[in-house]
Every structure is written in C-alpha cells, then in structure tokens.
C-alpha cells in the first residue's frame, strides 16, 4: 500500500508550496473526509490524513475553498495517489496526488490560491502559517 516515496520525489518537476488556510479535501464519491491540505503545486498537492490509502488509486475529490477565493465556493477534481507513508510522530498518513485533467477554470484557481495566500521565505519555498491538524 505505501508508496516509494524516495522515487517519486525525483519525479517532481514543480516546488511545494504550502498554503496559510486550512482547507480539507474530500471523496466526492464516499462524501468522506480524506484530510487537510498541506501544500499545493499546479501539479498536485499533499494531504494529511487519518486513513491510509493505495498508492495509483485515483479519486474524485472535492475541494473547499476559503470564502475570499471562489467566494467560499469548492474545485472538483480528479487526482491519483502516488504515494503514501504513516506521518511521524502521530496517526496520520502523509499523501502526495497528482491533478488528472484540471478544466483551466480550476487551473487559474489554484494558480490564485498559490500566489496569493501563500508566503515565500527567500530560499524559492513558502512559509506556511497553517497546522496540517486534521479539524
């Protein structure tokens, strides 16, 4: 079930960028909470969550937004695990999806998210002020 995480951190093409607002993520299928946001790219986006979950799985998920981006609205969209490992020290289990086919509406969205709620350190990475605690 874990990933290897080691082989798909090669893989990334884009840096992490951690986002300030607590945003969680669901399974639209299951209406189930999957976890909370951590940080995003206009790739995928990492996870924290309490359940563990198969890696190449892909879901429909749904994701709600802060009120001051899409006025408090949500993106649907399709994503694939590609990798999952238990989260020390804790419960919780860290997971990396990769975006399947974003509409550009979405697109432009997340490129929002990550411009303007997000805070960069000088060293090309963002300083997050959000707790990746689940609700």
């Known amino acids: 079930m874990r990933g290897k995480e080691g082989s798909r951190m090669k893989e990334r093409t884009k840096e992490r960028t951690r986002i300030i607002y607590k945003l969680r993520i669901f399974d639209r299928k299951q209406n189930r909470l999957i976890g909370t946001l951590v940080d995003i790219t206009p790739a995928g986006i990492m996870i924290i969550g309490r359940n563990e979950l198969e890696e190449n799985i892909e879901l429909s998920l749904r994701m ?16 694939r695990c590609q990798w999952c490992r238990k989260n020390e020290p804790g419960n919780y289990f860290a997971m990396g999806f990769q975006f399947l086919g974003l509409h550009a509406k979405d697109k432009a969205t997340i ?8 805070q960069e350190n000088g060293e090309g990475d963002y300083a997050c002020e959000m707790n990746p605690e689940l609700p």
Do not use: H
């Open 111 to 118: 490129s929002d998210l990550i411009v303007n709620f997000c």
């Open 64 to 79: 709600d937004m802060p009120r001051n981006v899409t006025e408090g609205g949500q993106i649907d969209f399709a994503a």
